[in-house]
């Protein structure tokens, strides 16, 4: 997670000093992004809440996104990280939501990804998507990658 750190601070730093607040809505990832942000001094300041949406389970329970609202959608796309991010920012009141799902590995999701496989989204002054292949099987390697990508997408967002 050292490697997240710097990110984060960059993050932090303009989050306050906008006075604006960030939701996080992550599921390959496991927490690391999460822990990033809330490892920064201050995190309070900006760092409303979030979860891991790593199941349908949770999906329902944490963000309240039912099944009807999938229609023509699956997971692991960057429509569904857009509807993580902008459920999470209108659930949480936050001024910036990111959001993250993918295949970490070592094997591919159950909707044909390939390990290495994720998507992430920011929802906020705008809106942003992006996609990242690997191309590895390391589990522990994605999460990392996974976690950098997606703030490099939020710290993208807000400059």
């Not at 920064?40 to 979860?51: C, L, Q």
């Not at 902008?86 to 993918?102: H, V, Y």
């Not at 992430?120 to 950098?148: I, P, Q, S, W, Y």
Request: proline content about 2%; hydrophobic content about 45%.
């Amino acid at each position: 997670m050292l490697d997240l750190l710097p990110r984060a601070a960059a993050i932090a730093d303009r989050l306050k000093q906008r006075g604006e607040t960030i939701a996080i809505a992550e599921s390959s990832t496991g927490g690391l992004i999460s822990a990033a942000l809330l490892a920064v001094p201050g995190a309070s300041a900006y760092f409303i809440g979030g979860g891991v949406i790593y199941t349908q389970q949770a999906r329902r329970a944490l963000l309240d996104i039912q099944d009807d609202a999938l229609i023509g959608m699956r997971a692991s796309t960057e429509a569904y990280a857009l509807l993580l991010a902008r459920t999470a920012q209108q659930r949480f009141g936050s001024t910036w939501a990111l959001s993250e799902t993918g295949a970490t590995g070592p094997t591919g999701n159950r909707y044909g990804d390939a390990a290495g496989h994720s998507c992430c989204a920011v929802v906020g002054m705008g809106e942003r998507a992006a996609t990242l292949e690997t191309g590895k099987a390391d589990r522990v390697a994605n999460m990392r990658e996974f976690a950098a990508a997606a703030l490099d997408l939020l710290g993208e967002s807000l400059r």
